[in-house]
């Protein structure tokens, strides 16, 4: 299997902030679920890919990517797959 790992496209981002979201809430890492207010941030791809480089992980046959952000400065980093 080949795996190709590039930056997110503007294109992504929405996939991408709903993969986020999605493996937050599936981890049960938001104390208020579908109502907390960090859901918005999570889902806001556009503004990580403005403060952090955002890649994006596509496997041959994947119907959805993985993606990580990279922070600018060489603080975190965070990784999300579907």
Partial sequence: MDIVI???TAG???E??????????????LDFGESDAY??????VAKRA???EVLVAVA???SRP???ALG???RGAHAHRA
């Fill in 6 to 8: 590039r930056p997110v």
């Fill in 12 to 14: 992504e981002h929405a």
């Fill in 16 to 29: 991408l902030g709903e993969i986020t979201a999605q493996a937050y809430l599936g981890d049960g890492l």
């Fill in 39 to 44: 859901l918005g941030e999570l889902r806001d």
């Fill in 50 to 52: 403005a403060a952090a």
């Fill in 60 to 62: 041959d046959g994947a």
């Fill in 66 to 68: 993985a993606s990580a």
């Fill in 72 to 74: 600018r400065d060489g």
